[in-house]
T-cell receptor, first 113, second 115 residues
């Protein structure tokens, strides 16, 4: 079945540091890939997406590239701000019926001033 | 405008109460979803409605009863809940539930506490 793996544990970094959150997936066929962000006390917001290999999704300074050869969709941001503190979920949607989302476990990101 | 609105934002209910969570979207989406999210965990799918018909029930206990009155509205009726049902309940929608690549848009959620 489909699955998404995110790196273990929270990520703590200083303001203006470079952020990488790893995401790898297992899926049959050609899934669509997503990053969602959840700020404290809020629902999930779509951060970016990519629907085919080599697509790059970008938004708010975040980027992720759909790498079919390594089955990865790593999230990066060049210079984080305190306001980027949130939980980040990687997810995939397969091309079967019902548009199910398979989520990774999520990564808590804490940015320190 | 990608907006899914949920009410109420917070709900406290006793185990013998009956309450409802409501969700509305005006994006013309034909698929709507209920997810449950516990603290520090990813959301878990509960129900999917496609063209106002229930298409997926992820073996959810009958104390949760979904309803889709029309293509813009989705309700979740709650009755005889248990304290372990306390969680964030997220409504979501997408254009159609069977097309690949559709983005699922989430609401802000309803925080439910069962006492």
């Amino acid at each position: 079945g489909n699955s998404v793996t995110q790196m273990e544990g929270p990520v703590t970094l200083s303001e203006e540091a470079f952020l990488t959150i790893n995401c790898t997936y297992t899926a049959t066929g050609y899934p669509s890939l997503f990053w969602y962000v959840q700020y404290p006390g809020e629902g999930l917001q779509l951060l970016l997406k990519a629907t085919k290999a080599d697509d790059k999704g970008s938004n708010k300074g975040f980027e992720a590239t759909y790498r079919k050869e390594t089955t990865s969709f790593h999230l990066e941001k060049g210079s984080v701000q305190v306001s980027d503190s949130a939980v980040y979920f990687c997810a995939l949607s397969d091309r079967g019926g019902n548009n199910r989302l398979a989520f990774g476990k999520g990564n808590q990101v804490v940015v320190i001033p | 405008d990608t907006e899914v609105t949920q009410t109420p934002k917070h709900l406290v209910m006793g185990m013998t109460n009956k309450k409802s969570l409501k969700c509305e979207q005006h994006m013309g989406h034909r698929a709507m979803y209920w997810y449950k999210q516990k603290a520090k965990k990813p959301p878990e799918l509960m129900f999917v409605y496609s063209y106002e018909k229930l298409s997926i029930n992820e073996s959810v206990p009958s104390r949760f009863s979904p309803e889709c009155p029309n293509s813009s509205l989705l309700n979740l009726h709650l009755h005889a809940l248990q304290p372990e049902d306390s969680a964030l309940y997220l409504c979501a929608s997408s254009q159609e539930s069977t097309l690949s690549g559709n983005t699922i848009y989430f609401g802000e959620g309803s925080w439910l506490t069962v006492v």
